[in-house]
């Protein structure tokens, strides 16, 4: 019988990439979005559902146990991401994006745990980003909600184990998406004191996504992930350097590598 696999945020990019290549594998997939579009070749079962909203949570899941009378594997990738300086950036976009990156994430695990308990097995893995492992510029509260969910993660892996339920992270460096486009981002001020450091940032932001890597590298990833019997709390998708960052993070003093930061950014 074919394994069961719900994936937030399939509509494009990332969570597109790892529906597809899991259908290709043999996996029954269900895709989800806020507004979805029926999949035209029928491999991927597009569902509607909006991780800000419980009720929608709770719909989706039910309409998969409906089909298939369970899931083996819910992968959070459903997200947004958002720049701006902490002063300028509106309180209303700060707690969006942590409803969406980071209680969204929670709601589904919540929602989904019943089934898997049940089942007495599944996995949970949530993308989160290699920005979560460290406060970057004009970046930080996207930082923060990735950040969060890693933590929560770890608390989560430990006290639903008994139960044959696994919970990971998978973070990914760049990756070639339309993110930029679909992200929140304060606008640049003409009077503001940011605005020559934001504006060069912004911009070295998108040069690096539209340089990142294919989503398809994090669809292998999770891929093996799904087939590897005890699997790592943490896994890392990304260039050298993105993943070299975090250890020397580890290893450095923090001023140090906080002015290695800064060079990067040329701030």
């Known amino acids: 019988m074919s394994k069961v696999v719900l994936i937030t945020g399939a509509s494009s990019g990332i969570g597109k990439a790892i529906a597809y290549f899991l259908a290709e594998k043999g996996y029954t997939v269900y895709g989800t979005s806020r507004n979805p579009k029926a999949a035209k070749d029928g491999k991927v079962f ?5 991780v800000t909203q419980a009720a929608s949570i709770t719909q989706a899941i039910q309409t998969v146990l ?37 209680f969204g994430a929670l709601e ?15 996995m949970i893995i949530n993308v989160t980003s290699i ?6 510029p004009y970046r930080g509260l996207y930082s923060a909600t ?8 770890e608390a989560v892996s430990m006290e639903v184990k008994n139960f044959g339920i696994n919970v990971v992270n998978v973070a990914p460096g760049d990756f070639a998406t339309n993110i930029a486009a679909g992200r929140y981002h304060t ?20 040069a690096h ?24 709390i943490h896994y890392k998708v990304g260039g050298f350097m993105q993943k070299f960052s975090i250890v020397l993070k580890r290893i450095l003093p923090d001023r140090i590598y906080e002015k290695l930061l800064m060079n990067h950014y040329k701030i």
Do not use: C, H, W
């Open 46 to 50: 597009m569902i509607p559902l909006d």
């Open 66 to 102: 409906k089909d298939q009378n369970r899931i083996d594997f819910v992968i959070n990738n459903a997200g947004m991401g958002i720049t701006g300086p902490l002063e300028e950036t509106p309180d209303q976009e700060i707690r969006r994006v942590f409803e969406t990156n980071y």
């Open 108 to 122: 589904v695990i919540k929602a989904v745990l019943p089934t898997m308990r049940n089942q007495r097995s599944g």
């Open 131 to 136: 920005a979560g492992y460290m406060g970057l």
């Open 146 to 153: 990735k950040g969060a969910l890693e933590l929560v993660t």
């Open 187 to 206: 606008p640049v001020f003409e009077n503001s004191a940011y605005k020559k450091n934001y504006q060069m940032n912004l911009d070295l932001m998108d």
């Open 209 to 232: 996504v539209n340089g990142g890597m294919n989503p398809i590298e994090m669809a292998k990833t999770v891929y093996k992930i799904i087939n590897t019997k005890n699997p790592k």
